[in-house]
Nanobody, 122 residues
Framework: VQLQASGGGLVQAGGSLRLSCRAS????????MGWFRQAPGKERVFVAA????????SYADFVKGRFTISRDNAKNTVYLQMNNLKPEDTAVYYC????????????????WGQGTLVTVSS
């Protein structure tokens, strides 16, 4: 499956962005979906994940209460709503698909999008 992430950009601290990840397949419901991010000079880390059919989600502690992951399988799209953004949220954000119900482990993901850059200014 091919994944296309979009929605990144430059935003001031406290602002919001919504990332989208559109999949090439019409069977997105087969995959658990996740968002990861990689800041300059740092490793890629888990941000959020959602179960194949929605309902179950998981978040990294540093985004809990600020970010919301959701999916619309009919539109083959997964979203990451990011509110109250902080400068430390600056990173390239990647969406990924895993051939299992849900996972927070990047090594388990099978397909990756190209990434979208989010820059948060102070």
């Amino acid at each position: 499956v091919q994944l296309q992430a979009s929605g990144g950009g430059l935003v001031q601290a406290g602002g919001s962005l919504r990332l989208s990840c559109r999949a090439s397949e019409r069977t997105l419901s087969r995959y658990g979906m996740g968002w990861f991010r990689q800041a300059p000079g740092k490793e890629r880390v888990f941000v959020a994940a959602i179960r194949r059919t929605g309902g179950t989600v998981s978040y990294a502690d540093f985004v809990k209460g600020r970010f919301t992951i959701s999916r619309d399988n009919a539109k083959n799209t997964v979203y990451l709503q990011m509110n109250n953004l902080k400068p430390e949220d600056t990173a390239v954000y990647y969406c990924a698909a895993v051939e299992m119900a849900i996972s927070t482990m990047s090594v388990e993901y099978d397909y990756w999008g190209q990434g979208t850059l989010v820059t948060v200014s102070s």
